[in-house]
């Protein structure tokens, strides 16, 4: 049973404009979240992340929303660049630290020039 | 420069040859990771190092093990890999404490089973 999930496998968004990813998640003990990106041939790299007593936290081009009582969290990235191609993927964890990851299973995201 | 460095980045075996992946980190962390990412699927924890006390995921089946010589050194054995194991593997450490903890990866190995 996933707990988190990240629903849109793909999303293509033009040069400029802004992308958001989803993720939902049915752990309620969930008090952590971080998004990650990955390009391909590399391991993850930590992008950003919010604890469950934020709503929103924001780190130059990239915001992070959580939604408490949705269980759900997105990635907003504005303006999306082409650099920005790459799988992201959301993650939480019940210990209130950056360890011990659950995964979703990634949104690829493709930026057109 | 990688703080966590995996070999090798392509291995390939044969069904039921035992193989071997390493990792190594630079920051001289007590914790290590081992994930396993099959192709457009979640990063699955496979079992994580605290210094030497080893802890295993329920569901991490027996064919997968580990070793941990030291502190910066740690591999992942599959004793008889099975087409089903063909996958990435992702070592990681952990950095920074509480909230500013992250878990910083390796570039993975991706395994192939002939």
């Known amino acids: 049973d996933q707990q988190v999930k990240q629903n849109s496998p793909s999303l293509s968004v033009q040069e400029g404009r802004i992308s958001i990813l989803n993720c939902d998640y049915t752990?309620?003990?969930?008090?952590?979240f971080l998004w990650y990106k990955k390009y391909p041939a590399e391991g993850p790299t930590f992008l950003i992340s919010i604890s469950s007593i934020k709503d929103k936290n924001e780190d130059g081009r990239f915001t992070v929303f959580l939604n408490k009582s949705a269980k759900h969290l997105s990635l907003h990235i504005v303006p999306s660049q082409p650099g920005d191609s790459a799988v992201y993927f959301c993650a939480a964890s019940d210990n209130n630290a950056g360890n011990m990851l659950t995964f979703g299973g990634g949104t690829r995201l493709m930026v057109k020039p | 420069d990688a703080m966590v460095i995996q070999n090798p980045r392509y291995q390939v075996t044969q069904f039921g040859k035992p193989v071997t992946l390493s990792c190594s980190q630079t920051l001289n962390h007590n914790v290590m990771y081992w994930y396993q990412q099959k192709s457009s699927q979640a990063p699955k924890l496979l079992f994580h190092?605290?210094?030497?006390?080893?802890?295993n995921e329920a569901d991490t089946p027996d064919n997968f093990q580990s070793r941990r010589p030291n502190t910066s050194f740690c591999f992942l054995d599959i004793r008889s890999p099975g087409l089903g194991d063909a996958a990435m593997y992702l070592c990681a450490t952990n950095f920074g404490l509480g909230t500013n903890e992250k878990l910083f990866f390796g570039s993975g190995t991706q395994l192939s089973v002939l």
């Open positions: 190092y605290y210094d030497k006390d080893f802890n």
């Open positions: 752990n309620s003990m969930f008090d952590y």
